[in-house]
């Protein structure tokens, strides 16, 4: 009888049970042994150095970017600072030629009438000539063309080259703002020339109005008021422009209505009376000093010139400069310098006398305003009947005393 063979794998319970053991292959606690593919050198070397190379790469990007960005801003701040700096030069430069362009006018006004020193006008011609030179060199440097702001380029190697480009343009954009600053300061140190220069030619033409009205006081009222105007308005200017060449040129134009009012003048009275009438109008003047007399004669006036009367008129206002016009008949001139013509020429001057003293007497007739003037050539001494006494009457004393104190 054969014996049952065992099953060659029991259950584990099984075998637990019949007290067996199972036990594996071998006793080492690793895992079994794998196996590994091996990856070739140079391929482990070229993905280092492609992982290499894209750092690189991409620093280089960065540092471009970085150093463009720079550079840009640098750029950016020197161009405003040449665009703030090119309208400062362009506003010292129009100021400039303003100044020498009213130079001009100053110094090509012609035969000026008044005469102004040499040396002040060669000073004037030499600032005019050195702005006119600042003026162009500033216009020349202003001209200069500004850079434009570009655009960014993408990769590094043109950002290289931009921002190598952006420094070299920020260098030439600070030597530009130098020079403009330098074109500034030239612009406006010239025209300081000029004003002083100019305003003084103005001031010393100013200054000549005063004798010069003086040396033709035949000349009419009105002439010499504009002379006297035209003066305080060129003695006033304090800078060269415009209106500094207007003041002067209206300064020379008054000084030559004078001449030209005074030729006049002293043609109206040519004749045999010329010498009389010359000495009388001064002798007026004398009485009545810094009032405007103007004279006019005719062989009649208010009525009297012939037959031995003689006659006079006067017309004043009382606005300022104080000036009247007395008109005188010839016959005044024929019997000078007789007392009576010069108590009559004193009643006149009485009432051109009275713009310096309004108020000191009742102009509101006719009667008390010869009066006043009758008043007044007897508190002057003229004691003639023809002072208005024989016209008139005698004035009353209060009239005389108040008369006095006009003078």
Known sequence: MTEPSRPRTA?????????????????SAEPPPSRRRHVPRGVVFGVLGGVAVIATLSIAQ????????????????????????????????????EKTDAGHVILDTGSPAIVVPDDAVAALASAVDDGEGAGAAAEDVVATE??????????????????AELGAQQQDLDRLVA??????????DTARRVDETGTAVLKAAAAAAAPFEAAHISARNDAVIALRRAAADAAAVASVDDSAATAYAALQTAAGQVV??????????EGPLRAARIEIEAFARSLAPGVLLEFDWSPQVNGAGFDGSMGGYTTW????????????????????????????????????????CQGMYDAST????????????????????????WAYGYPPQDYIDAAAGCR
Not at 75 to 83: E, I, N
Not at 179 to 188: V, Y
Not at 260 to 269: I, P, S, Y
């Open 146 to 163: 500004l850079p434009p702001s570009g655009d960014k380029p993408t990769w590094f190697w043109e950002l290289y080259g931009a921002t």
């Open 317 to 356: 206002w009382w606005d300022d400069p104080g000036r009247a016009t007395i008109e005188l008949s010839n016959s005044v001139a024929e019997q000078w310098p007789a007392e009576r013509s010069k108590a009559l020429v004193a009643h006149e001057v009485g009432h051109a006398i009275s713009v310096k």
């Open 62 to 97: 960065l540092t471009a970017n970085v150093g463009y960005d720079e550079a840009a801003e640098g750029f950016d701040d020197a161009l405003r600072t040449a665009r703030a700096h090119q309208t400062q030069t362009e506003h010292a430069t129009a100021a400039l030629i």
């Open 260 to 269: 030209a009012t005074e030729a006049e003048e002293l043609a109206e009275k």
């Open 11 to 27: 259950p584990r319970q099984a075998l637990f049970a019949s007290g067996g053991h199972d036990l594996p292959a071998t006793f």
């Open 179 to 188: 020079d403009l600053d330098d074109q500034t300061q030239n612009a406006q």
């Open 366 to 389: 006719q009667d008390s305003i010869e009066k006043w003037a009758t008043a007044w050539a007897i508190s002057m001494g003229f004691t003639d009947d023809a002072n208005g006494v």
